[in-house]
């Protein structure tokens, strides 16, 4: 039931700000413990993680992308956001937003977003 999606501009010109959104559908999960993490693809690269939002508060970035990176959320909207500032065409990737939200006290539930790409232009 439960769905991630992630949002934003496909496009964005270098030096300005990258800015997405991952909307979780099939519920509020603001009430729950969870981690919403960030990850981006690089054409012909890994897949990289890029940090964690977590339901205490606690926001857990990767110290390569620390400097540029930033999360929020909004509790109206179930959702979330990603924004990395000064990008480059190095930034141009799929980047994917993962939930990992409890359920019991000894379960815990991964939800995958497809991931949109989002491309930098010189």
């Known amino acids: 039931q439960v769905q991630v999606l992630e949002s934003g501009p496909g496009l964005v010109k270098a030096s300005e700000t990258l800015s997405l959104t991952c909307t979780v559908f099939?519920?509020?999960?603001?009430?729950?413990?969870?981690?919403l993490n960030w990850l981006r693809q690089p054409p012909g690269k890994g897949l990289l993680w890029m940090g964690l939002?977590?339901?205490?508060?606690?926001?857990d970035y990767n110290p390569a992308l620390e400097s540029r990176t930033s999360m929020s959320r909004d509790t109206a909207k179930n959702a979330f956001s990603l924004k990395v500032t000064s990008v480059t065409p190095e930034d141009t990737a799929t980047y994917y937003c993962?939930?990992?939200?409890?359920?019991?006290?000894?379960?815990?539930?991964?939800?995958w977003g497809k991931g949109t790409l989002v491309t930098v232009s010189p």
């Open positions: 099939g519920g509020s999960i603001m009430s729950s413990h969870y981690y």
């Open positions: 939002d977590a339901s205490d508060g606690d926001r």
């Open positions: 993962w939930l990992r939200v409890q359920r019991t006290s000894t379960e815990w539930v991964d939800y």
